[in-house]
């Protein structure tokens, strides 16, 4: 049974920082490509950064700078140290797995201005 864990999310003030985790597990994690994606209220769904086997990174052009993606395969474990938080960067935040697809139940974060 595939599962992806999202951790870290909660509440911070603007110009905090959280990292977000993605544990996952039934999986052969480290020659999969990972990401998160984040989906706010009304708004569509963003993808905001992945990652290959080869840990080559893409973000998108919101959070470069500010967000960086890493991996742990000893962990299984993809994470997501977000800093610099701004408003518009509340949302739930959900971990992907490439191919096939397999999604985390999302962890929600609030930024508080």
């Known amino acids: ?9 909660g509440l911070v003030q ?3 920082s959280l990292r977000l985790s993605c544990a996952a597990s039934g999986i052969i994690f480290s020659s ?10 009304g ?4 993808l905001v ?3 290959t086997s080869g840990s080559t990174t893409n973000y998108a052009d919101s959070v470069k700078g500010r ?15 977000m800093s610099s938080l701004k408003p518009d960067d509340a ?19 609030t930024v508080s201005s």
């Open 32 to 41: 999969s490509i990972m990401g998160w994606y984040r989906q706010a209220p």
């Open 91 to 109: 949302a739930v935040y959900s971990c992907r797995r490439w191919t096939p697809a397999y999604w985390g139940q999302g962890t929600q974060v």
């Open 67 to 81: 967000f960086t993606i890493s991996r742990d395969n000893a962990k299984n474990t993809v994470y997501l140290p």
């Open 14 to 16: 603007a110009g905090g």
């Open 43 to 46: 708004k569509q769904r963003e």
């Open 1 to 9: 049974q595939v599962q992806l864990v999202e951790s870290g999310g």
């Open 49 to 51: 950064a992945t990652i």
